[in-house]
């Protein structure tokens, strides 16, 4: 544990009065809460505890007020799903079955007539809970450094940037708790806010920007939530190559104030082989990157400033469009490739692509009789077999085409 680390522990977990150094950096944020002493913080557990304590002790120090229901807490307790599609219960009381999420808020106060969300999950998954994709026969801590104390200290730089900058709007920091368990923490909010949704002007949200690719590919998905968005994001970038979406649905807290009618846009750097994993790791993370990004939503908050309330606009929800199918490949997609075909980020063991020997980086071209446009035309296909199904594969593997054959 480095030093500063170890300086910002004890700050936080004991009666010690120093104030914590507003300028601690992206990596440092970080590695305190990507350590192994946070067990994977997930939902009411004590490492999410303390990972909600580091969090409100940061907004102070950096001169945030607290805007929870309790301070900077927002306390919330619900009986996990039984099934997938019943509704979550909140504030239910049922013995040992209940469990106790935490969310994290500060705010900005300008005296404006609109408040800026800006909000990032700081739970994750523990010693590998419900959606691990870990298959190893011993518990391991899920740290989750991309997913998402990566979001998390990029939302930290911007609360440093923007205090006392950008005075049209306030700006309410929210960190959730409960995303991993089915964006509960934002969901809870937007049905109990501390500020009227009504005076809510857009939110942004990053989860998992940690990983910035060598081609700097940086997705962002809300953008045809407000008509101002897509010119806005153009303007300031001469960096990175965009992949915008225009959906305000997805499976991050985005979802839930797109669905309070509020515009929003969602940073997002890409899967990885280490998603919901325990190596996902700080030293895998791009602080470079990170901090790129930062500066990045930092000057398209500034441009919006001028703005007043931005219109909202419904938009397609492309997630109706996805097939369902029975089997898989057993790969992680690259859903920032934007070339003909589908690339594989990654390949799980003992699964038909690595049986296949496909290779990290192939590129899907072809399955059974069906030509591979792009990663929606790639899940139709898979949607046409079932189990037992044997079929051809041709993939590009810089630039050799290689067949194989694939049994599902």
């Keep these: 544990m480095k030093l500063i680390k170890l300086l910002v522990f004890l700050l936080v977990f004991t009666s010690c009065k120093h104030e914590i150094l507003n300028e601690i950096t992206i990596q440092e944020d970080v590695q305190f809460l990507a350590d192994d002493a946070l067990e994977g913080r997930q939902t009411g557990t004590n490492g999410e505890q303390k990972a909600a304590k580091y969090i409100a002790e940061r907004f102070k120090n950096l001169g945030l007020t607290p805007k929870g229901t309790d301070g900077y807490f927002q306390v919330f307790s619900f009986k996990p799903k039984t099934d997938p599609h019943q509704e979550v219960k909140y504030n239910v009381k ?22 800026v969300i800006i909000g990032a999950h700081y739970d994750h ?10 298959r190893g026969e011993k518990k391991e801590i899920h740290n989750g450094a991309d997913d998402n104390a990566s979001g998390v200290a990029v939302l930290l730089n911007l609360a440093q940037k923007l205090k006392a900058k950008n005075t049209n709007n306030n700006y309410l920091f929210i960190t959730f708790s409960g995303e991993e368990m089915g964006l509960l923490g934002s969901n809870y909010y937007t049905k109990n806010p501390t500020i009227d949704n ?28 407000s008509p101002i968005f897509k010119q806005t994001l153009q303007a300031h970038n001469n960096r990175f190559k965009l992949v915008q979406k225009e959906s305000g ?18 940073f997002f750097t890409g899967q990885h082989e280490d998603y919901h994993k325990p190596s996902d790791d700080t030293e895998r993370l791009h602080f470079n990157g990170m901090q790129i990004i930062s500066n990045y939503i930092f000057e398209i908050i500034t441009d919006l400033d001028n703005n007043g309330k931005l219109p909202f606009r419904k938009t397609k929800n492309e997630s109706d469009e996805v097939p369902r199918f029975k089997v898989g490949l057993g790969v992680i997609p690259d859903y920032l490739f934007d070339g003909k075909g589908m690339r594989i980020d990654g390949i799980s063991e003992d699964k038909p692509a690595q049986k296949a020997n496909l290779q990290k980086g192939d590129i899907v071209v072809k399955l059974g009789d069906s030509t591979v446009f792009d990663m929606m035309s790639y899940m139709k296909v898979l949607a046409t077999f079932k189990e037992g199904d044997k079929t051809n594969i041709t993939v590009d593997r810089q630039g050799t085409m290689v067949d194989a054959v694939i049994q599902f």
Excluded at 199 to 213: E, H, Q, S
Aim: no cysteine.
């Design 198 to 225: 009504k005076k809510a002007n857009y939110m942004i949200n990053m989860d998992m920007v940690g990983r910035l690719k060598a081609d700097s590919t940086l997705a962002v998905y809300g953008v045809g939530t």
């Design 125 to 134: 998954l523990g010693y590998g809970a419900e959606g691990s994709l870990f």
């Design 94 to 115: 049922d013995g040992d079955s209940t469990i106790t999420g935490t969310n994290v808020l500060g705010f900005i106060d300008n005296k404006a007539d609109n408040t």
């Design 249 to 266: 649905v997805g499976p991050s807290d985005h979802t839930s104030f797109y669905n309070s009618d509020i515009p929003v846009l969602h």
